[in-house]
Structures are given as C-alpha cells and as structure tokens.
C-alpha cells in the first residue's frame, strides 16, 4: 500500500486515468451533499490563502484487466466526491466560455477535464461505470444530454448557479474565476491511497462493512455482476441486457430506481420460501442461496425479471389478466401493510407455474386478507405480524387456502 497526501490537481492534473468499477454503486450525490462540498470551498474562500480542507482518502487499484497505454486505476472508494469535482470543474469551464473567457476555460478542460491528445475513452480523466457514462461525458464535451436528466445533470445546474452568485450583479471576471479555478484544484486536499497486486473487489467488499453507504440491492447486484466474470465488456453486456430492465420495474416517478423497494422486493423474494430474513441480511441470505459452483447469473436474472412482474402486482403497479385476482390483490392492498407481500408472492408464484388455479388463489388470499385484518384490528404488532405469515409459506401444500386457515387459527 503507497498512502500520499496530495491535492485535487495532483490526481486530476496527471498522466492518470481513473475508472469507476462496475461493482460501485451509481452517482448518488445530491443536495445535501452538494451544499456541504460548496459550503466548505466557500470557507476556503474566507480563512485566506493558506488554509487548506481535508476531503477524505481515496483509494485506488491499477487496473490489469486491460491494456492501456496510460497508468489506468479503479476507484475503489472515492467515486463520488471525484464525479462531483469533476462536475463542479465542467461548470466553473463552461462560466469561462460564456463570457468569452477562451484561455482559462481551455486550461480547465485540457488540465482536469480530459486528456486533450488521447483519442476514445482515454480522453476522460475520470470515467464512470456505464450507467453514468453517457450523461457525465455530455457534461465533460459540453453538449446536450439526449436522456432523462438525471444527478449529474442536476449538479451542473447547481454548480453553475453557486458561482454565479459569488459576485451581487450578472458579471464574472476572469480574475475571480481563475482565482477560483485555482481554490479549487490547489486547495482541496486528500489521502491517496494505492494497493497494488489486489482484487478490486475483495478490497471494496472490506470497506463497505466498514459502512459504506450501499443498499442491500446493491450488494445483490455487484456480486451477480461479478459472478458474470471480470471482464467488463462482459459485465456492461449483463448489466444491460438483464439487470436493467430488472431495475426499471423499480423505477419511481422521475424514472430513478428506488433502491429501498428494489431492497425490499429482494427481501420479500427470499422470504417467500417460508424464512424470515432481516433487512440488513438480506444480501448475506441471497449470496449464501446462490454462491454456488453451478450459479447461472443471467437465467436467475431472467427469472428475478419475472419475479418482478409478480411483485409489482402485488404493490398495485401491474395489473393480472384475471379480475378476480386483481379484486382480491387490491383489497388486501387496503391494509396499507407489506407484511403479507411474501406469502402472496408465494402463492403468485405458484399460479403462475400451474401449481394451484386462479380460484385456489382467490380463496387462499382471501384467508390472507381476513386474519391479516382481524390482526390489525387487534394492533397486533406488524414484525409479529411478517414472522407469522412467512412461517406459513412454509405449510403451503396441496390445499393453500385450507392450509392457511388451520395455520391462522392456531395464532388468534
């Protein structure tokens, strides 16, 4: 390990190249933080001169999975704060060319932005995981994003209004920008870190139990993408092909997903074998189901994208070809409760694969649906509540409905 203090034009003003993994989770960086990094350059701004802020380590890996004819490096952790700099640089560039600022915004773009004599991707200094990329490279070459805009768009349209407010009228000298420009990338200062001869993954698994902020789901999905292999071709082929449309079933109103119901849905998965799983495990019971030698990542991706369409029924999001069916899923849905989400997934699944008919599913729901409300009647406590109805997935047999009920009187 090689651990350096060093500032933001040291990383970014190099012969480097860093790569974010496939296994790191999306650009997440939103207000909140936006205003704490523009709140602690704004104090750079006032302490004078020689003060300096501290942002943290980064921590990188050499990249040997592919040839590059410059030194390449995976971010393992640091992804964010390098994607939010790199955007508030895009800004501080695009002010200098609005207002005819020629010099200082080539100087931007050729010393932190890109690479100005590489062709292809080696021109990006940093270059995020595929579902970034296309939205972050329209920031970096200064074009229109042709997609839904999404965080890195939205920082932009921050950024830019946060500098333009560092003066009362419409103008922006070029002194002040510059001298901003030179706050920037002078005055911010890291921990870099380098570990040589290591697996990328391994090491960024270590620091997430650390308490990286990452959601059960996505754990689940760096470890179907890295049951895909190393090769990224090879994983971005995966990531579009069949988790994407997975994740799109989880989307919510401004098309981004909602990663506490795509958690939930993976949760309520496992559980609709008949065991409880907390919430934090999730990912512990779903790699110990399937890390196995034989593990199909892309036929369970298949299935789990047919799981959703079920799960989705449930949640009021699909509808099913029978009314009937629909009828009772929408009355069970009045309870306003997601405990019975596993045991009618169970029973979704088996009516989908010809176990039981359309009538043994109504019937059976219909238990569901009067214990679960003579429960709530009861303010029987809603964790009580989820430990019983999992437990009775695990009676369901031949007979659910009949099954079912024997099960719920025992518990009244």
Request: proline residues 4%; hydrophobic residues 40%.
């Amino acid at each position: 390990m090689k651990a350096d203090n060093i500032t933001l034009q040291g990383i970014l003003n190099s012969p480097n190249r860093y790569l974010i993994p496939v296994f790191q989770r999306y650009y997440a960086w939103g207000p909140k933080e936006w205003d704490q990094l523009w709140e602690n350059i704004v104090e750079l701004r006032d302490e004078g001169d020689t003060q300096t802020h501290f942002l943290g380590a980064l921590v990188f890996v050499p990249d040997s999975y592919h040839q590059h004819t410059m030194p390449t490096f995976q971010v393992i952790d640091g992804q964010q704060r390098l994607i939010t700099l790199s955007i508030l640089l895009c800004a501080l560039r695009n002010l200098a060319r609005s207002n005819d600022y020629g010099d200082l915004a080539a100087e931007i773009g050729d010393t932190v932005l890109v690479h100005p004599y590489k062709k292809g991707v080696e021109r990006y200094r940093v270059y995020p995981r595929q579902r970034d990329r296309d939205e972050f490279i329209a920031v970096l070459e200064h074009q229109a994003y042709k997609g839904a805009r999404g965080r890195i768009t939205e920082a932009l349209v921050y950024f830019l209004g946060m500098i333009r407010d560092l003066v009362p009228d419409d103008s922006l000298p070029e002194a002040l920008l510059r001298r901003f420009f030179e706050e920037v990338k002078t005055r911010l200062q890291f921990i870099y870190i380098t570990l040589d001869d290591e697996n990328p993954y391994r090491i960024f698994k270590s620091l997430n139990s650390t308490g990286m902020n990452l959601s059960e789901a996505d754990l689940i999905r760096n470890f179907m993408l890295m049951s895909v292999g190393s090769d990224s071709a090879e994983q971005d082929a995966f990531d579009d092909t069949y988790w994407r449309p997975l994740e799109g079933q989880f989307a919510d109103d401004q098309s981004q997903l909602d990663s506490r119901v795509f958690s939930g849905f993976f949760r309520d998965f496992l559980m609709a074998s008949g065991r409880y799983i907390p919430l934090s495990s999730t990912f512990y019971y779903f790699e110990k189901r399937y890390h196995q030698p034989d593990f199909k990542p892309r036929q369970l991706a298949e299935d789990l994208q047919a799981i959703a369409r079920l799960y989705n029924m449930i949640r009021g999001h699909q509808a099913h070809e029978s009314k009937a069916v629909n009828r009772i899923l929408h009355r069970l849905r009045l309870l306003s409760t997601g405990a019975t989400f596993p045991l009618l997934l169970n029973l979704l699944l088996r009516l989908s694969g010809g176990q039981i008919n359309e009538r043994e599913f109504v019937k059976a729901a219909g238990v569901v649906r009067d214990f679960v409300a003579g429960q709530l009647e009861l303010e029987v406590a809603n964790r009580s509540l989820n430990r019983w109805l999992v437990s009775a997935a695990r009676l369901i047999d031949k007979d659910p409905a009949a099954e079912l009920a024997a099960y719920f009187e025992g518990k009244k």
